[in-house]
Structures are given as structure tokens and as C-alpha cells.
């Protein structure tokens, strides 16, 4: 990818440690990376390489971090609405429709009421929840339930979408269907992408570049370019090699850890709907 000299994300020298039981752990070390306006990079790598701790540093929920992460040349000092994100878990609010669930991506918009519920409306549209406005989580599916999660990263009209493992708790099928639907409206809003997924196909399928983490501490083992036009084959011979070499990468040193479904730390709209 060109367009590098201005990206739109640029992670220079991003380390973090964690306190933890009175020592320090290592959770990302010297990462570097830069992202252009409109890309879709994919980020793999063992459990606790630190994909999840990125995602959060980026969005802004956790500024205590070394190095600087600039988005459109500005340090990330906390949330801002040109930054999106959707969860493993969907977080919806159990007492909340899915209207409501969606306007929650709006609470930091200025916007008058009639705005908001055009907005909201135009976003159950597009992830195709018409029917199902003023459901309630529990009355939905997991893959419905996570279109809402992905209506409301994306309702404030973000400019960048961050998605840590979205379909990580979908059938196969859903989810290739949700990697389909992923891509038509990122096609349709342009919307630079940065996905956390530890599915070789799904990073391959999707993205630009895939980022392969090594853990203990995180940092970048390899940055692998995906050539292949779209739509992707997934039986095709490109794919299988590309998917091959990927696997080597992650589980070549012996030390892979498939994730686990991410814990919810804090069921709060300031985290959920920045
Ligand atoms: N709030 C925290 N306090 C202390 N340690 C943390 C905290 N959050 C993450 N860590 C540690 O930082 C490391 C990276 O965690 P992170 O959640 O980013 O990993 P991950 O790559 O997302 O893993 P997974 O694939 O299992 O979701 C881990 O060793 C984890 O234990
Ligand atoms: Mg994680």
C-alpha cells in the first residue's frame, strides 16, 4: 500500500506495560505501524500477544501507554467519534430495544431528536434489522445481535472502524455471511478498517494486511500484503498459500495459544459507544 506518507493511524513506537501483582508485565513492545486512509488491516497473533490492549489504546480508553498513536496526525489522547468499535461479546443492553442500543453511538453527536432517529433508522436499514427496531437483545440471534453492535460502531459515522474478533462467537456460516455484509459497507462508506481476528481465512479474505503478533511481549513478527482482488476465493491456490504461510507464521515457534471469548470488563456507553 502507497499513500503512507500521510496514514490516516500511525503507531510509533507504541509500548505498554501493565501492573500486575506488584511487577510489571510486558503486554506490547516498539510497536510501529502505519495505516492509510481507506485500508483494512487485519491483526492475528497467540492469546495475549496484546491484540485486545492495541484496540483499546487506539479508541482511546487507556491513554497510559509509551510511545504516541497519531490519527490523522494528532495524538489520540482519549474517545472521539471519527473512532468506531464493535466487541467480541455484542454488549448490547439487555433493557434497551435496538433502536435504543443503536442511538447509544450517538450520545456524544450534537444532533436534534429527529436527526438521531434518522440516523438510527438509516443504520437498522443497513445491516437489514427493519423488522426488528424495537426487539430486545434477548429476542434476537447472535449474528442479529451482533449487526446491531455493528450498527452502532458504525451510526456516528466513524472514520475509522476498529473490530476486536466481531464474529469470534458465530456459527460458520453467519459468519462468512457478516465477512460478506463487512465488505459491502466498507465499500459503500470507506471506511479504514483495523479488524483483531485469530481466523487465518477471515484476516485473508478481508484485509489489505495482515499484521502477525508474537507474544511475551506483543510485537510485530511479520506484515504479510493480500494481492488478491475481491471478491476472494477462499478454495482458490492463492488463498490456500497465503492461508498456509500465515499458519506457519502464527505456530511456527511452538508457543500459539488460540484466544479465549474476551471477558467484558466494563458494560458502560462511555465504553461502548465512543
Ligand atoms: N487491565 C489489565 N491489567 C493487567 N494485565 C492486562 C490487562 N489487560 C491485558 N493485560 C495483559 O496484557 C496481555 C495482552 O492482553 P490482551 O487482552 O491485549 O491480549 P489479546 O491478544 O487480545 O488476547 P486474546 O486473543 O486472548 O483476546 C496479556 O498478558 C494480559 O494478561
Ligand atoms: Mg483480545
Avoid at 510486558?26 to 495505516?35: G, K, P, V, Y
Avoid at 501507554?65 to 471519527?82: H, L, M, P
Avoid at 464493535?86 to 436527526?115: A, Y
Avoid at 494486511?209 to 476465493?233: A, N
Wanted: some cysteine; charged content about 25%.
Amino acid at each position: 500500500m502507497n499513500a503512507l506518507t500521510h496514514p490516516i493511524v500511525s503507531f510509533n513506537h507504541v509500548g505498554k506495560l501493565f501492573e500486575v501483582d506488584g511487577g510489571s508485565l510486558e503486554a506490547i513492545r516498539e510497536f510501529n505501524l502505519q495505516i492509510a486512509e481507506g485500508e483494512f488491516v487485519a491483526i492475528v497473533g497467540s492469546s495475549g500477544c496484546g491484540k485486545s490492549t492495541l484496540l483499546r489504546l487506539l479508541i482511546g480508553l487507556d491513554t497510559d501507554f509509551r510511545g504516541e498513536i497519531q490519527v490523522d496526525g494528532k495524538a489520540v489522547t482519549g474517545i472521539g467519534s471519527e473512532r468506531g468499535i464493535v466487541f467480541q461479546e455484542h454488549r448490547l443492553f439487555p433493557w434497551l430495544t435496538v433502536e435504543e442500543n443503536i442511538g447509544l453511538g450517538l450520545v456524544n453527536e450534537p444532533l436534534s431528536n429527529e436527526q438521531r432517529q434518522r440516523r438510527v433508522h438509516d443504520f437498522i436499514d443497513l445491516v437489514g434489522l427493519k423488522d426488528f427496531t424495537r426487539a430486545y437483545p434477548h429476542q434476537l440471534s447472535g449474528g442479529m445481535a451482533q449487526r446491531v453492535a455493528i450498527a452502532r460502531g458504525l451510526v456516528a459515522s466513524p472514520r475509522i472502524l476498529l473490530l476486536d474478533e466481531p464474529f469470534g462467537a458465530l456459527d460458520a456460516l453467519t459468519r462468512q455471511q457478516m465477512q460478506d455484509e463487512l465488505l459491502a459497507i466498507r465499500e459503500r462508506a470507506h471506511i479504514t478498517t483495523v479488524l483483531v481476528t485469530h481466523d487465518v481465512e477471515e484476516a485473508i479474505f478481508l484485509a489489505d494486511r495482515v499484521v502477525v503478533m508474537e507474544p511475551r511481549p506483543g510485537r510485530i513478527k511479520r506484515v504479510v500484503d493480500i494481492d488478491l482482488p475481491h471478491p476472494r476465493q477462499r478454495s482458490s491456490f492463492d488463498f490456500h498459500q497465503l492461508r498456509e504461510e500465515l499458519l506457519h507464521e502464527l505456530t511456527s515457534d511452538g508457543h500459539y495459544v488460540a484466544p479465549q471469548p474476551e471477558q467484558i470488563r466494563d458494560l458502560h456507553p462511555a465504553f461502548i459507544a465512543c
